[in-house]
Nanobody, 126 residues
Framework: QVQLVESGGGLVQAGGSLRLSCVDS????????MGWFRQAPGKEREFVAT????????SYADSVKGRFTISRDGAKNTVYLQMNSLKPEDTSVYYC???????????????????WGQGTQVTVSS
């Protein structure tokens, strides 16, 4: 069974930083990319960042570009999201997701991903 487990969320003041982690702790499967999405109450799930598992190429939503950094550690089967200069509008549940096929780049839609974690809450106070 595939298991993606996020951690690192919490409450932080505006301007602060958090680092999210997502570990693939279940059965081994081929990942072609890992992504981070977020969903605020009453809003659609939106793309945040993605990283190619083979080349480490990255892509970001305009709203987080220059503030967030996605990275991966293949040996640990872990993907990270370093979030700096956080704003109240970054408040959301953050989900990691795994893509298992090759296709168009960057994969920014939720349907590009097959497996999802349970989410971790990030709250940024003003």
């Amino acid at each position: 069974q595939v298991q993606l487990v996020e951690s690192g969320g919490g409450l932080v003041q505006a301007g602060g930083s958090l680092r999210l982690s997502c570990v693939d702790s279940g059965r081994t499967f081929r990942k072609t990319a890992m992504g981070w999405f977020r969903q605020a109450p009453g809003k659609e799930r939106e793309f945040v960042a993605t990283i190619s598992w083979s080349t480490s190429s990255t892509s970001y939503a305009d709203s987080v570009k220059g503030r967030f950094t996605i990275s991966r550690d293949g040996a640990k089967n872990t993907v990270y999201l370093q979030m700096n200069s956080l704003k109240p509008e970054d408040t959301s549940v953050y989900y990691c997701a795994a893509r298992t096929i090759f296709g168009g780049w960057p994969p920014t839609h939720h349907y590009d991903y097959v497996y999802w974690g349970q989410g971790t809450q990030v709250t940024v106070s003003s």
